[in-house]
């Protein structure tokens, strides 16, 4: 799934809360995008891929630690560094510049996460400036969405879902208003380990 996608389907849904006919698959599919757009503010990430490598510019947190957005592989990534603050990203690091993290991509054990973090080694420092003094060109997010943010996400599209049997009804999108994983505590639970500190994106 390329990023910004839905990470279920209405079909999804439908199966979970037992919906046999497809006259309501406007609310399911609303209720799935509301629910996916949900995570992704309580977790401050998105879990899918995306299609291509881009750049985007991010400040040093310190002159050895830079955090980034989620990358999923190394194919592709390119790091260049603004060494004196005039907006030009004139050098190009090597990856023996700098340590990837988490290492090898496992946390508590667990294989199959991104790196967000990027550690400068032996000489080398981030330069840090009022200015965005890194730019890293990376194919971001993650290469497979994990199984519980794809049930946490379930979670809360069947309770929006339900929204619809309320006097008022809902309609769309818009209407579910907002949405916030964290009165859930069922998927709260599920989403805990991937709840990410806010970075520094220019």
């Given at each position: 799934m390329a990023l910004g996608d839905d990470y279920i389907t209405a079909a999804d849904l439908r199966t979970r809360l037992g919906v046999t006919v497809g006259t309501e698959d406007d609310?399911?599919?609303?209720a799935a995008t509301a629910a996916s757009r949900a995570v992704e503010t309580h977790c401050r990430r998105q879990f899918n891929?995306?299609?291509?490598?881009?750049p985007r510019r991010y400040r040093p947190d310190t002159g050895t630690l830079l955090t980034v957005d989620?990358?999923?592989?190394?194919?592709?990534?390119?790091?260049?560094?603004?060494?004196?603050?005039d907006g030009e990203f004139e050098t190009t690091w090597s990856a023996a510049d700098y340590e990837l993290?988490?290492?090898?991509?496992?946390?508590?054990?667990?294989?199959g996460w991104p790196f967000w973090t990027l550690r400068a080694v032996g000489s080398r420092r981030w330069p840090c400036s009022d200015r965005a003094t890194v730019r890293v060109t990376a194919q971001w997010g993650w290469q497979a969405?994990?199984?519980?943010v794809?049930?946490?996400t379930k979670i809360v599209a069947s309770e929006l879902y339900k929204l619809?049997?309320?006097?008022?009804?809902?309609a769309g999108f818009g209407d579910f208003g907002v949405v916030r994983v964290r009165e859930n505590p069922m998927a709260a639970t599920k989403l805990a380990p991937y709840v990410r500190d806010a970075i520094l994106v220019a």
């Open positions: 609310i399911l599919e609303a891929l995306a299609d291509t490598a881009t989620d990358i999923a592989t190394t194919t592709g990534l390119l790091v260049e560094v603004d060494n004196d603050g993290e988490p290492l090898d991509g496992v946390v508590d054990g667990v294989e969405v994990p199984a519980p794809v049930e946490a619809k049997d309320a006097p008022l009804g809902v």
